[in-house]
């Protein structure tokens, strides 16, 4: 069974500071990952997609890497604001269509 | 933003009493899902559909129920509902191109469900 952890589940930072958020799997038979951020009492905002076959996916301020084979992705954020604070999920698409996500990082960026 | 609406935003209902949410969405995609999430749980599907009455089983299932007759419209039926089923759900929607999972899921604002 597929498990997704997100480490640290907290972290707080000062404006300017560059983010890095972990990501890591158990099952490397995947399709895609996914990036997503969450606001409180929002949905979810899909950020980056990864397709197994990938390295990187670049967004603006927005970089995440892939490394299928440990099972590892880290979603980098330059330059943080005070408005990239949210939760920030990772998802893994396997067979079936269906995303497993891991628990969230909560980021607090500070004024 | 992708066209996904979700209703009710807000529901408080009792235990036993049947309850059904809806799930509509403007963009004409193959793939909607239902989630729910939980603190310490996190987000997990809970029944999907791969077109019109074309639907499956995801991780949390049990005591859930869905319909699909039209491509815009994904419900999801709670036949008695339970306080363990008291959450946060969120229908979501996704398409393929070439036939690769190249597409992100996009997301509706969810429904606070509450049973009592």
């Known amino acids: 069974k597929q498990e997704v952890t997100q480490i640290p589940a907290a972290l707080s930072v000062p404006e300017g500071e560059n983010l890095v958020l972990n990501c890591s799997f158990t099952?490397?038979?995947?399709?895609?990952l996914q990036w997503f951020r969450q606001d409180p009492g929002k949905g979810l905002t899909s950020l980056l997609l990864i397709q197994s076959s990938q390295r990187e996916q670049t967004s603006g301020r927005l970089n995440a890497s892939l490394d299928k084979s440990s099972g590892r992705s880290t979603l980098y954020i330059a330059a943080s604001q005070p408005g990239d604070s949210a939760t920030y999920l990772c998802a893994v698409e396997a067979a079936g269509n269906k995303l497993t996500f891991g628990g969230g990082t909560r980021v607090l960026v500070k004024p | 933003d992708a066209g996904i609406t979700q209703s009710p935003r807000h529901k408080v209902t009792e235990t036993g009493t049947p309850v059904t949410l809806r799930c509509h969405q403007t963009?004409?995609?193959?793939?909607m899902y239902w989630y729910r999430q939980d603190p310490g749980h996190g987000l997990r599907l809970i029944h999907y559909s791969y077109g019109v009455k074309d639907t499956d089983k995801g991780e949390v299932s049990d005591g859930y129920s869905v319909s699909r007759s039209k491509t815009e419209d994904f419900l999801l039926t709670l036949e008695s509902a339970t306080s363990s089923q008291t959450s946060v759900y969120f229908c979501a929607i996704s398409e393929r191109t070439g036939g690769y999972s190249n597409q992100p899921q996009h997301f509706g604002d969810g429904t606070r469900l509450s049973i009592l």
């Open positions: 099952d490397s038979a995947i399709y895609n």
């Open positions: 963009e004409n995609h193959r793939y």
